[in-house]
């Protein structure tokens, strides 16, 4: 799940243009939004087109738990395995 985690980071940093931030200055349990990574809104529809661009899963948004998947890079990376497991 650590690769996961790194690739996801680095999904991250590079659809969202982040150009100060490392993978190692990104930690998975941290929020993503907010407090944490200071994403918005904006930020996740970018995130969400870059993850189905790369992964080929699409994240519905009328899903009740969108906001959980999207909370930290822990989160998104186990979400997308466990839609490539299916």
Request: charged residues 30%.
């Given at each position: ?16 243009n982040l ?8 930690v998975a ?39 959980e998947h ?17």
């Open positions: 799940m650590d690769a996961l985690h790194t690739e996801v980071k680095e999904l991250i940093i590079n659809s969202l150009e100060d931030i490392t993978a190692d200055d990104i349990s941290e929020p993503l939004f907010g407090e944490g990574l200071g994403l918005d809104s904006i930020d996740a529809l970018e995130l969400g087109l870059a993850i189905k661009k790369q992964y080929n899963i699409i994240i519905d948004s009328d899903d009740p738990k969108i906001r999207f909370e930290s890079v822990a989160n998104l990376a186990a979400y997308i395995a466990s839609h490539q497991a299916e």
